[in-house]
């Protein structure tokens, strides 16, 4: 069965430095990656995807996420954080060449940026 | 503005009734899902339609729990007897059919939040 880890409940940093929120997954065959993030009393918001190609996949909001298949680690990026990027961020996985659609997300990881 | 929209946003019942939650997907989304989210927990698959047919249903669902989308357009989530355990946020999700390059992602909605005295 599949599954994804997001080892930080919290992530702290402070505005214009780099930010790196931790995804790992567990999957049989090859992944799909997704990155979600949640802000308060709103719906989950599409940041990115990895489906294949390129490890280095921008998203929005300057966002990106490199894909290790080594460490099997699917981890999201900025360079330089924003206070508006203060939120709870989701990584998500579904096995390829299966046919199913449903969505594996991790538990969530709370970021925090201080101005 | 042409998200997807659930109904209500908020519901409160007592331990034994029956509710019904709504989703309208974007349209032209011929894919449609559920999810559940408890306090610091990720979402939870419940259960996914291809137009009007159930094609996954997680064990979560129930026999308590029944989704319906008869004209593969809006869907609905009814709970049966709720418990208080049933209390969560309950998303819905829509996308269109993935392509030869891989699945599309899957557009959330508000989503409804169920309480259950």
């Known amino acids: 069965a599949q599954s994804v880890a997001q080892p930080e409940d919290q992530v702290n940093v402070a505005e214009g430095n780099p930010l790196t929120v931790k995804c790992t997954y567990s999957v049989s065959g090859n992944p799909y990656l997704f990155w979600y993030v949640q802000y308060p009393n709103r719906g989950l918001q599409f940041l990115l995807k990895?489906?294949?190609?390129?490890?280095l996949v921008k998203g929005s909001y300057g966002f990106e996420a490199e894909f290790n298949k080594s460490q099997t680690s699917f981890h999201l990026k900025k360079p330089s954080a924003l206070v508006s990027d203060s939120a709870l961020y989701f990584c998500a996985v579904r096995p390829m060449n299966t046919g199913f659609q449903k969505l594996v997300f991790g538990t969530g990881t709370r970021l925090l940026v201080s101005p | 503005d042409t998200g997807v929209s659930q109904n209500p946003r908020h519901k409160i019942t007592k331990r034994g009734q029956n509710v019904t939650f709504r989703c309208d997907p974007i349209s032209e989304h011929n894919r449609l899902y559920w999810y559940r989210q408890t306090l610091g927990q990720g979402p939870e698959f419940l259960t996914y339609f291809q137009n009007e047919a159930q094609l996954e249903k997680s064990r979560l669902l129930s026999d308590r729990f029944s989704a319906e989308r008869p004209k593969g357009s809006f869907s609905t989530l009814e709970i049966q007897r709720t418990e208080q355990g049933d209390s969560a946020m309950y998303l819905c999700?829509?996308?269109?059919?993935?392509?030869?390059?891989?699945?599309?992602?899957?557009?959330f909605g508000p989503g409804t939040r169920l309480t259950v005295l």
């Open positions: 990895y489906i294949t190609g390129d490890n």
């Open positions: 999700a829509s996308s269109p059919k993935g392509v030869a390059g891989g699945p599309n992602e899957q557009f």
